[in-house]
């Protein structure tokens, strides 16, 4: 098993440019969550899911849309991207009480 | 009131010594509860889980305290691969399926 696995590692952009984060399970995992992760903020939850189909906001949604098509996929989409959304961009699963997660993407917005 | 409070630490330790972090969480209704550990870096990673009134694995034990709503974990004869960030996590939302992150107390063993 993969695990969770999430591309890019590292992306750059300018102000105003928009890109979609990947995340991917194979562990049919019905939950997943997209988190930012600031310094001294800890881990905040942006958007989550409970199953294909349904999505729901977590504490800072806002300039983020995600959709769940299938399973096994949760794309992050960056409408517009802002200095603010410069961040390190975890997506997890989660079975029970356990959530596994991604090694992160690394994004910084200019 | 915060979900969840940490203390950002850092504590900073001797390789040997025993050590405790304490989180605070505002929800009684919460009936689970876990550590998680980040190195620099990299993702989170399950650490330990408590669901009544604690659980011990090897040098590690966590501890429920639902009268004073706060979680511990105790780390004893401190290594220094021990060195990372402890995060307390508490399910909240419908169904407590969302789960809340303190923002991680910071552990630095020493030799």
């Known amino acids: 098993n993969a695990g969770v696995t999430q591309t890019p590692k590292f992306q750059v952009l300018k102000t105003g440019q928009s890109m979609t984060l990947q995340c991917a399970q194979d562990?049919?995992?019905?939950?997943m969550s997209w988190y930012r992760q600031d310094p001294g903020m800890g881990l905040r939850l942006i958007h989550y899911s409970v199953g294909a189909g349904i999505t729901d906001q977590g504490e800072v949604p806002n300039g983020y849309n995600v959709s769940r098509s299938t399973t096994e996929d949760f794309p992050l989409r960056l409408l517009s991207a802002a200095p603010s959304q410069t961040s390190v961009y975890f997506c997890?699963?989660?079975?029970?009480?356990?959530?596994?997660f991604g090694p992160g993407t690394r994004l910084t917005v200019t | 009131r915060k979900e969840v409070e940490q203390d950002p630490g850092p504590f900073n330790v001797p390789e040997g010594a025993t050590v405790a972090f304490n989180c605070t969480y505002s929800n009684s209704a919460s009936q689970s509860f876990f550590w998680y550990r980040q190195d620099c870096r990299k993702e989170p990673k399950l650490l330990m889980s408590?669901?009544?009134s604690g659980n011990e694995d090897g040098r590690f034990t966590a501890q429920l305290n639902r009268a004073s709503q706060y979680i511990s974990l105790l780390i004893r004869d401190s290594k220094l691969s021990d060195s990372a960030t402890y995060l307390c996590v508490v399910p909240s939302g419908t169904g407590f399926q969302k789960l809340v992150f303190g923002t991680g107390t910071r552990l630095l063993v020493s030799p």
């Open positions: 408590v669901y009544s």
């Open positions: 997890a699963s989660k079975r029970e009480g356990e959530q596994y």
């Open positions: 562990m049919n995992h019905e939950y």
